[in-house]
């Protein structure tokens, strides 16, 4: 049996604004070791938590697989925000030292695309924390839209979707909108007696923008109660989603695979039905967690043909040596 020493690994990391997953995989495409840990989102978390959290999940997926760090072909960082050059040079400051060429990193939205085409070229339309359409184009060219950050942008994602939920509660509270069942679903959520405490609620939590945006299930839950309001925050949620997707195939100049990925379309909701309902192009639901096309594009960074067998192998998605 091949020893670890000389077995070739390949760890990629896939973070966004709530949460970070990390595998390794050998050259087989067999996944050796998967973790979760916090938020690796550069711009909404301090830069030394974010280190931290990178380095953790490294190890943890290394001691898993027993692999050593020097053993490792290639670190994928498959992050939000990774391609802005701030940045990047942050996060080439803290680990081109020790991994050198072995290091990649890239904007979180590759991965997402690769775990839908397994390195093809398309559009990937996440509506998870934030939302955006990227597309990598069959030159290898790359074009954004939308992604611009919960304060002026990331129209349809969960904290829009979260936002408008608890912006909706509060306008019913002042006689400015309808009652919703959302008004219960929030007070209930955040142990609350009444609307208005949810200002020093939200404004004084560790993490508000995390927290609105997991609300947005409950305007999920709303919608399928049949209140109108809820339903009226999906649908418009829809809307921007389906925009931000017709844009980009516009902006590519060819058809291109459209993969619908994040936690909104992760299951069977009502927002992923709009979207498909109303959308003008053939979309894909991904078969894999995005951390394995974040593996997929640590393998095809370092020059390694991701062929059938080993596609089969990494979405039999087991973990141990």
């Known amino acids: 049996m091949q020893s670890n020493k000389r077995r070739q690994w390949f760890i990629a990391l896939d973070g966004g604004g709530s949460r970070t997953r990390a595998a390794i ?31 953790q999940l490294i190890r943890e997926v290394c001691e898993q697989a027993g692999a ?71 030159d290898g060219g790359r074009q954004r839209t939308g992604g611009w950050g919960y ?10 979707l979260g936002r408008g939920g608890a912006a909706a509660v509060l306008r019913a509270h ?23 405490e949810l200002i020093s609620r939200l404004y004084g939590g560790a993490n508000p923008r995390k927290e609105l945006a997991d609300t947005s299930t409950l305007v999920e839950q709303g919608a399928r109660l049949g209140d109108e309001v809820a339903a009226e925050l999906i649908s418009r949620a829809a809307e921007h989603l389906v925009e931000l997707a017709d844009v980009s195939l516009r902006k590519a100049g060819s058809e291109l695979p459209v993969v619908l990925s994040g936690g909104l379309f992760a299951a069977d909701t009502l927002l992923r039905r709009e979207v498909l309902r109303r959308a003008g192009f053939s979309a894909a639901i991904p078969a894999v967690p ?17 062929d059938e067998e080993i596609r089969q192998r990494l979405m039999r998605r087991k973990t141990g040596t």
């Open 174 to 196: 002042d006689g400015r909108g309808g009652a919703t069942v959302l008004t219960r679903l929030y007070l209930e959520r955040f142990g609350l007696s009444c609307p208005a």
């Open 25 to 55: 995989c050998d050259c087989t495409g067999r996944i050796a070791g998967m973790s979760v840990g916090d938020a690796t989102n550069p711009l909404s978390r301090q830069w030394e938590d974010v280190e931290r959290t990178i380095r």
């Open 68 to 138: 050593s760090e020097r053993d490792v072909s290639a670190l994928y960082l498959g992050l939000a925000g990774a391609d802005r050059t701030e940045v990047k040079a942050r996060l080439q400051s803290a680990f081109a030292a020790e991994w050198g060429e072995r290091l990649q990193l890239d904007n979180d939205a590759v991965a997402a695309l690769y775990a839908g085409t397994w390195g093809a070229p398309g559009i990937v339309l996440i509506a998870g924390t934030g939302s955006i359409a990227y597309a990598v184009t069959a």
């Open 290 to 306: 995005t951390v394995v096309g974040a593996l997929v594009a640590a393998m095809k960074g370092a020059g390694l043909s991701v």
């Open 151 to 160: 304060l002026i942008g990331d129209e349809g994602s969960g904290f829009d």
